[in-house]
């Protein structure tokens, strides 16, 4: 089975950076698509970023220009570069792996990453 690990949250005021960190246990050249979702106290699991096998990135509106996605094939890693960080980034970031079909709903999760943005 695939395993997924997340590392890199933490405590940050706003304006600070982080960089998180997801370990996949399999050559990440061979997803269809990894991704980083987030959950907020209250509220429904949302998709941060996502970036497809061909290399081709998508990212919320709301952290455009402030997250960047991106991977390293050699090390089987998944980077999520949050830069600016604001109070409502605070959640539980989560990294999700895709190996089949379509980029819909991962086959593959960690156990979440805390990011505490105080302002």
């Known amino acids: 089975e695939v395993q997924v690990v997340e590392s890199g949250g933490g405590s940050v005021e706003a304006g600070g950076s982080l960089r998180l960190s997801c370990l996949v246990s399999m050559d990440t050249a061979n997803f269809v698509c990894l991704r980083w979702f987030r959950q907020a106290p209250g509220k429904e699991r949302e998709g941060v970023a996502r970036i497809d096998r061909d290399g081709s990135t998508w990212h919320r509106n709301s952290v455009k220009g402030r997250f960047t996605i991106s991977k390293d094939n050699a090390k089987n890693i998944l980077y999520l570069q949050m830069n600016s960080l604001k109070p409502e980034d605070t959640a539980m970031y989560y990294c999700?792996?895709?190996?089949?079909?379509?980029?819909?709903?991962?086959?593959?999760w960690g156990q979440g990453t805390q990011v505490t943005v105080s302002s």
């Open positions: 999700g792996a895709t190996e089949k079909g379509p980029c819909i709903t991962p086959a593959y």
